[in-house]
């Protein structure tokens, strides 16, 4: 009896044992998988004012909150950014991109997300495969600028000069190089209307506008590159989406400003010449090898008059579009990684200040790129941002002093690049 009373009140106990054993497992933190970037000022992107002492809460490459006050969920990670200025990251829409081959234009766009520049758009010289594969890739590709592509842009024949862009001359081919590009699936038409110094035809109005007209029956908008005021005017007559460069033969017109207030959803990507003032770029050397950071040093060694006058149109256009409420986007026209940190720089020369070219370079300029999910540090966005030392609404050229660049929640290799890039060339 007394050997059964025991067997029984062992088996009850490790039953109550067992029953213990099968209780819910307990939840993780609220907080496991997110991390939370303390302390930092933040500039959103919209132009409304820097965010102080902020925390941004970041989960799944993705911003789930950010503001003054939020509260850290339990088991996130948590990264100091004490003293420092935290701007969306830069989105550069008018590059021009070694599209050729994979290795190159990989190397671009890594180059490109070393100073910060989260997103690139080239513009008309991407024929093949490759441009379209790599668009693809760099939506997930870790220490890269996103990437977009106009395709094959269109122009009037030029022999002489790049083959790649479909030349044009009736309507009818102008309306089949947009259909073309639309197979591929370009994010945006591109066309060049220039003379070249008169030494070509340009796209006439019948022509530009049959690629408008074609473009916008296939769902693409249509961006151009211009030189001249009375071109510019004929394109937003024609119903054109987005300036590639401003006007740079004069001082734009009543008659333009009037015709842009009539169409203020045309957005203009400036792409300011140089100023033609001597300029100190030793700033680069960390990802450019010490003889070519000489050359450029010696070739921005001194004045030059004529670079002058050439930035002083286009500054005084800019500045008096800006001043009317023009929507202002940043792009660079060519592949120079750290371009947009000089461009944003001329836009304040030209008469912006420091927040509105930020603006430009960020909202304004994912907007010309339709990426709906940068431009800005807000809850929803891709956690696409840089981290500066210094605060660039103080002084634009503080916008080099990255400390960190974080794309899709992640830190971009910096130390990485900076070995691999600073002992090889750039072309």
């Known amino acids: 009896m007394q050997i059964r009373l025991a067997t029984t009140t062992l088996l009850l106990a490790s039953t109550l044992v067992m029953a213990c054993g099968q209780a819910e497992p307990q939840q993780p933190p609220a907080g496991a998988g997110a991390t939370a970037f303390e302390g930092a000022r933040v500039i959103v992107g919209d132009g409304s004012d820097p965010i102080e002492n902020a925390t941004i809460i970041v989960r ?80 997930t590709m870790p220490n890269a600028a996103r990437f977009q592509t106009a395709g094959r842009g269109i122009t009037m024949p030029e022999p002489g000069r790049t083959e790649v862009p479909i030349w044009v001359s009736t309507e009818a081919e102008a309306r089949a190089a947009v259909q073309d590009n639309a197979k591929r699936k370009v994010d945006i038409i591109k066309i060049w209307v220039d003379d070249r110094d008169n030494k070509f035809k340009k796209l006439t109005p019948e022509l530009y506008g049959a690629i408008i007209d074609e473009a916008h029956k296939n769902g693409l ?48 990507v400036p792409n300011l010449p140089g100023r033609g003032v001597k300029t100190d770029l030793s700033w680069v050397s960390e990802t450019v090898p010490a003889g ?15 670079a002058q006058k050439a930035f002083g149109i286009q500054a005084r256009n800019l500045a008096k579009l800006n001043s009317l409420g023009v929507k202002i986007a940043m792009g660079t026209d060519g592949n120079t990684p750290y371009g947009p940190h000089v461009e944003m720089a001329d836009m304040v020369a030209a008469g912006m200040t420091p927040h509105q070219v930020i603006v430009a370079a960020t909202r304004n300029s994912a907007e010309v790129m339709k990426l709906t999910d940068l431009g800005t540090v807000a809850a929803g966005k891709s956690a696409d941002f840089v981290v500066l030392d210094a605060n660039p609404l103080d002084d634009i050229t503080n916008t080099r002093r990255i400390n960190a660049v974080y794309i899709r929640g992640a830190a971009v290799d910096r130390a990485a690049l900076r070995t691999r890039f600073s002992g090889q060339a750039t072309e």
């Open 60 to 139: 799944d490459g993705r911003i789930e909150q950010v503001g003054a006050g939020v509260a850290v969920p339990e088991g996130a990670t948590r990264v100091s950014l004490a003293g420092k200025t935290v701007m969306p990251g830069i989105v550069d829409a008018h590059v021009h991109l070694r599209s050729q081959m994979r290795d190159q234009l990989v190397e671009d766009l890594q180059r490109r997300a070393y100073y910060g520049v989260v997103a690139a758009q080239s513009m008309g010289q991407d024929q093949g495969d490759v441009p379209y594969q790599v668009r693809t890739e760099s939506t």
């Open 221 to 268: 908008r249509v961006t151009a590159h211009i030189f001249e005021l009375e071109d510019a005017k004929g394109l937003l007559k024609a119903g054109l989406d987005a300036f590639a460069h401003g006007v740079r033969d004069r001082d734009i017109d009543e008659e333009f400003v009037a015709m842009y207030k009539a169409r203020p959803e045309v957005i203009l």
């Open 292 to 306: 070519e950071v000489e050359k450029l040093q010696a070739a921005n060694a001194k004045d030059d008059p004529e």
